[in-house]
């Protein structure tokens, strides 16, 4: 082939960056009704213990365009958060999280499980953020200790203070915290000392290197150490092999996640792993 000075390649760019942004525009356009009608949901992916036996899932969004099909949950959140929308993206995902756990726990083999929901950090920014939380939870009488909240240290480059007053009053409502992507965040650690966390995830970009990767590993047991030292229940997540779960059991990790024990599931494909794991 002929080159031409890379014109083309320029000319194709160009042409998918016009498609990005015309696909981006047609989903901010869309969002608010697809929400409403039903395009939205949530897949389960369950949390396993050393034992390997299924103690809870977290709860991930999933938005299936008509036209589209599945947009990634990281795209969606982005722009939900563009247009406003975070709000009710996470209160759909807080009131289908509090409908399944209300059906667990009518259920004496299920209602042990907790289910975690993710929280953008645009979400706890929100004047009444504490309120619209615990005024959807008190909805659906629940024991709502099961229900796990996971936040990012992306959360705390607003205003800590604020972050560190508003999660308190989730904690002391009998919420559980749980620090997502531990490892990969910008801010200090000093924070660590007045977050009111229960729990912290390794991200899984370290759980993925473990076996080759003596950084990686180094990165788990430091991350392990801090866990320990602040009283912190630890979560793995991302463990897609075998040998992966094998190389963190020396860590004595207490909870486990990722492809190696399950996929995100559908509601009904998780009803069905409840029912293989209890039955
Ligand atoms: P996250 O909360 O850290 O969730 C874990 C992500 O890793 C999920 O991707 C999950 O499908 C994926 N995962 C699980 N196990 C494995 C594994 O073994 N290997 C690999 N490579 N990946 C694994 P997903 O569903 O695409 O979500 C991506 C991110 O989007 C989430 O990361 C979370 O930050 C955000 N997100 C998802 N649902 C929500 C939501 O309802 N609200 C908000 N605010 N954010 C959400
Ligand atoms: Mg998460
Ligand atoms: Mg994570
Ligand atoms: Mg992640």
Not at 79 to 100: D, K, R, S, Y
Request: hydrophobic share 40%; aromatic share 10%; with cysteine.
């Amino acid at each position: 082939h002929v080159k031409n000075g890379g014109k083309n390649d320029a000319l194709i760019f160009d042409l998918n960056m016009q498609k990005e942004l015309d696909r981006t525009s047609s989903l901010q356009k869309s969002m608010r009704d697809s929400l409403e009608n039903g395009d939205f949901c949530i897949h389960l992916q369950g949390k396993y213990n050393q034992q390997k036996t299924l103690i809870g899932a977290e709860a991930l969004v999933r938005w299936e365009h008509p036209e589209y099909g599945f947009i990634s949950p990281l795209k969606l959140i982005g722009i939900a958060e563009e247009i406003n929308l975070i709000v009710p993206v996470g209160n759909f995902v807080l009131h289908q999280a509090c409908t399944i756990l209300k059906a667990w726990q009518s259920k004496n083999n299920t209602k042990h499980l907790t289910l975690a929901v993710n929280l953008s950090a645009q979400q706890i920014w929100q004047e009444d953020f504490t309120d619209n939380i615990i005024g959807i939870i008190e909805q659906y009488k629940l024991d709502h200790s099961k229900l796990i909240l996971e936040i990012t240290e992306s959360v705390l480059l607003r205003d800590m203070n604020d972050a560190v007053k508003k999660l308190l009053i989730l904690k002391n409502y009998g919420l559980y915290l749980s620090l997502d992507d531990f490892g990969t965040g910008y801010s200090s650690l000093s924070y660590l000392k007045s977050l009111p966390i229960d729990e912290i995830k390794i991200d899984k970009s370290f759980v993925n290197d473990i076996i080759d990767d003596s950084q990686a590993k180094m990165m788990v047991k430091s991350i392990v150490d801090l866990g320990n030292n602040f009283n912190l229940n630890i979560v793995s997540e991302g463990v897609e092999t075998e040998k992966q779960f094998n190389a963190l059991i020396p860590y004595n990790i207490d909870v486990y996640q990722g492809f190696y024990f399950s996929k995100p599931l559908d509601l009904a494909s998780f009803e069905q792993l409840l029912i293989e794991s209890y039955s």
